[in-house]
């Protein structure tokens, strides 16, 4: 069986309370206590927590933690913004693009004119060719013919 020592070790060192509580008991504090109204119980608190942030350690770290916060925040919101104003320009540029590609009937002038040919051709202007044999498909319908 192991032995066990009687010798008593003492903790020393400080010695922080982790919750604050307001000394009720106090003839002072009686004295004074009146009915605290919502905002005033808030403003308490509030002050209760600064004080707390205020007196614990590490305060640096928690400042160099707030300022980060408020950075990302500014961020967040700098890129919120820029976003918004592509979407914006993205949306102006497409309305400004449809609208100009729509052949507009007072601006659209007829410049030659399709003529069909005995022989099943078709001339236009000083082109003349055959519809039957295509040569390939471009975009937005267009045809190559021979």
Not at 91 to 110: A, C, E
């Amino acid at each position: 069986m192991p032995e066990y020592s009687t010798t008593r070790l003492q903790i020393t060192g400080r010695v922080d309370p982790v919750i604050h509580l307001p000394n009720h008991t106090s003839p002072a504090n009686n004295a004074t206590l009146k009915p605290l109204s919502h905002s005033l119980s808030v403003d308490k608190e509030r002050e209760g927590v600064v004080r707390y942030v205020m007196g614990a350690e590490n305060l640096e770290l928690k400042l160099i933690m707030a300022g980060l916060t408020l950075t990302m925040g500014a961020m967040f919101m700098y890129i919120m913004y820029q976003v918004r104003e592509l979407r914006h320009q993205s949306s102006r540029s497409s309305s400004t693009s449809s609208t100009q590609s729509l052949p507009s009937s007072t601006n659209s002038k007829v410049t030659a004119i399709a003529e069909e040919l005995p022989d099943g051709k078709v001339r236009v202007g000083k082109i003349t060719f055959d519809v039957n044999q295509v040569l390939g498909k471009g975009c937005e319908g267009t045809f190559v013919f021979k």
